[in-house]
């Protein structure tokens, strides 16, 4: 009889384990629900990003002038880089301009900004070149454009740059000053184009 008892007694306890375990895996299940992984509404899948290609822009540019710039402070030196450059479309259209930031790109995304701001329309003839000589002056560059059939474009300096953005033809040009600044003889030849009639 009492082997008998023994048996139930351990069956018994069997099942009351089996129920335990089975109330235990539930309850784990009712929390692995209750804690799903935590998704974006409007998740997209990870791809590399296309960067959208830039739009070719009307105007050429040239640089004609990059430097670095140094500032002393306090603590120790901070530099900064001023860009020069020259905007145009060789269809009349040319401007110069300037920025300064930090980093070399900016610099230049604020110079073409400053050169579109400052564009001046030149007036050629039939044959995109200028009617007439002209001379200017701008701080301490001084420069004369004469035509020249025939001969091309005859410059130096950052004043050929602008002849040929400008889109003229069979031109010659000089700096007569001694001024190797290259920002101030290029708004000086662009002060030059200005003054044709």
Known sequence: MENQEEKNNIVAEADVKEENNSVAVEVAGDISD????????????????????????????????????????????????????????????????????????????????????????????????IPHEVNAKYCASDVVIRPAKGRGVVAGSSLRSVLELAGVKEVGGKVLSRSKNKINNARAAIKALSKLK
Request: glycine share 8%.
């Open 34 to 129: 209750s804690k799903k992984p935590f998704l974006k509404k409007n998740f997209k899948s990870r791809k590399p990003r296309m960067k959208p290609e830039r739009q070719k822009s009307e105007f050429d540019q040239k640089i004609i002038d990059i430097r670095r710039v140094t500032r002393v402070v306090k603590g120790g030196r901070r530099f900064s880089f001023s860009v020069a450059m020259i905007l145009g479309n060789k269809k009349g259209s040319v401007g110069v301009g300037l920025g300064k930031a930090s980093d070399t790109s900016l610099a230049i995304d604020k110079a073409m900004r400053d050169a579109k701001r400052k564009m001046v329309r030149v007036k050629l003839t039939k044959d995109m070149t």
